[in-house]
């Protein structure tokens, strides 16, 4: 077995920082949303409830779970492409941003906000990622649509989850997914 390359590591990272982040938030983002769910403008459509009470678990669960399949395939892209993919390399970019958001978060409320211990973490990836793939010489494919582009699948993880859990939800009105 051949010792990975420093691209290697750089595009494998995504997914590696990815697990590592999200599982603080798998932890602690619940009580985190109904904070932030609340600072939301009206014209952001909600489920019932989710402004009033943030997401529950099991949304969580499962909008992390699909946000997972955007950066766990960047990575795989980037890998396979020996870091040129467009997708890594933009999803890397928007990666390593979002650690600043959660940072940015944190001064806004005066407290932790889910995700924030991992966040120095987050960014210092993003900036290490960039730095190996252009010491090895390779392109630079990130455009700022290109970055911008993980925020309408950061939606679509929320959408979706939200769907899903409709589906799960039997004419009771309960939720059969265990929370």
């Known amino acids: 077995m051949r010792r990975p390359s420093p691209v290697d590591a750089a595009t494998l990272g995504l997914a590696v920082c990815y697990l590592l982040n999200d599982s603080e938030e798998l932890a602690t983002y619940r009580a985190s949303s109904a904070w932030l769910l609340r600072r939301a403008p009206e014209w ?16 969580v669960n499962l909008a992390i779970a699909l946000i997972g399949i955007h950066w766990v395939g960047a990575s795989l892209a980037g890998y396979r492409s020996e870091g040129r993919s467009a997708w890594f390399q933009n999803a890397a970019a928007a990666w390593g941003l979002h650690g600043f958001v959660h940072l ?10 889910s995700g924030a211990l991992t966040a120095p973490t987050v960014i210092a990836y993003g900036a290490w990622a960039r730095r190996t793939l252009r010491r090895a010489g390779v392109p630079s494919r990130v455009s700022v649509a290109g970055v911008a582009a993980s925020l309408p699948v950061l939606c679509a993880a929320h959408a979706g989850a939200e769907l899903l859990l409709a589906i799960a939800r039997p004419a009771s009105g309960t939720v059969a997914v265990k929370p």
């Open 44 to 59: 952001v459509p909600l489920p019932e409830g989710a402004r009033r009470e943030g997401w529950s678990q099991a949304h």
């Open 104 to 113: 940015a978060a944190c001064a806004a409320r005066r407290a932790y906000v």
